[in-house]
């Protein structure tokens, strides 16, 4: 009985290992086969007469807080605001879409 139970703890345990080999070789073929897929990224064009503004400078450092108060604040507070009852509180009428328009940028 000793020897079935040895044996067994045994084979559990090899199994775990392959199991984890299987599944580390995996993972690999996968983010070998995504790295092969990937495109190299381009940057923008630097223009020194935008980029030293100091407007422009300011907004660097102001854009980050932006987007945080986007994600923290006011997309939280829109997702409240369109539920009912606080919808028909403030008048969320849902029609966004009209002012969203999506027109070519043009460049200066």
Not at 97 to 107: L, M
């Amino acid at each position: 009985m000793a020897t079935s139970a040895a044996t067994s703890t045994a084979t559990s345990t090899a199994g775990r290992k392959t199991h984890a080999l299987r599944v580390g070789i995996l993972g690999l073929a996968l983010a070998g086969a995504l790295l092969g897929t990937a495109r190299p990224a381009s940057a923008d064009d630097y223009d020194p007469r935008r980029a030293g503004h100091p407007l422009r400078i300011i907004a660097y450092a102001l854009h980050p807080i932006g987007v945080a108060f986007d994600y923290l604040l006011f997309r939280p507070a829109h997702w409240l605001g369109h539920r009912e009852p606080i919808r028909t509180i403030f008048g969320h009428t849902g029609d966004e879409h009209r002012y969203h328009h999506t027109q070519p940028h043009a460049e200066p």
